[in-house]
Each structure stands twice: as C-alpha cells, then as structure tokens.
C-alpha cells in the first residue's frame, strides 16, 4: 500500500478533456496560415499631422499652433 501511495505521482499525465478526441488539425491549420495586413488604409489625423520629434541634433521648438 505504501509503495502504491509514493509511486503514483512519479509519472506525467495527460489532462484528460470529455469532448476531446484528439484531432488537432483544425489548430495548425490556423496557427500556420498566412493573414496579409490591409495596407492601403488612411493613416490616423494624429499620426498625419504631427511634427518630427525633438533631437538634440535637430532641437526645433515650434509653439502650438504654427
């Protein structure tokens, strides 16, 4: 009984799912297609119309509004 109780967590296991009957197809299928992104999409006002970051090559401080 003793050897019962001390072996039976020294091996892995599989969870064990009701539903499941192990055909993972539907997964890799999804997992390696290739989606390609809508590129010619108009870009946000915010990101259009913004200035060039300060740098301290190039530190231009232009007030709001010009």
Same mark, same amino acid.
């Given at each position: 009984?003793?050897a019962?109780?001390?072996f @039976?967590?020294? *091996? +892995? @296991?599989q $969870?064990?799912?009701f /539903? /499941?009957?192990?055909?993972? /197809?539907?997964?890799?299928?999804? &997992?390696? %297609?290739i989606e390609?992104p809508?590129? *010619?999409? %108009? $870009?946000? +006002?915010?990101? &259009?119309?913004?200035?060039a $970051?300060? @740098?301290?090559?190039? +530190?231009?401080f232009k007030?709001?509004?010009t």
């Amino acid at each position: 009984m003793l050897a019962l109780v001390l072996f @039976t967590g020294c *091996h +892995p @296991t599989q $969870p064990f799912y009701f /539903s /499941s009957d192990g055909d993972l /197809s539907h997964y890799v299928d999804k &997992a390696t %297609e290739i989606e390609y992104p809508d590129i *010619h999409t %108009e $870009p946000l +006002p915010d990101a &259009a119309q913004s200035h060039a $970051p300060l @740098t301290v090559a190039h +530190p231009d401080f232009k007030k709001s509004g010009t």
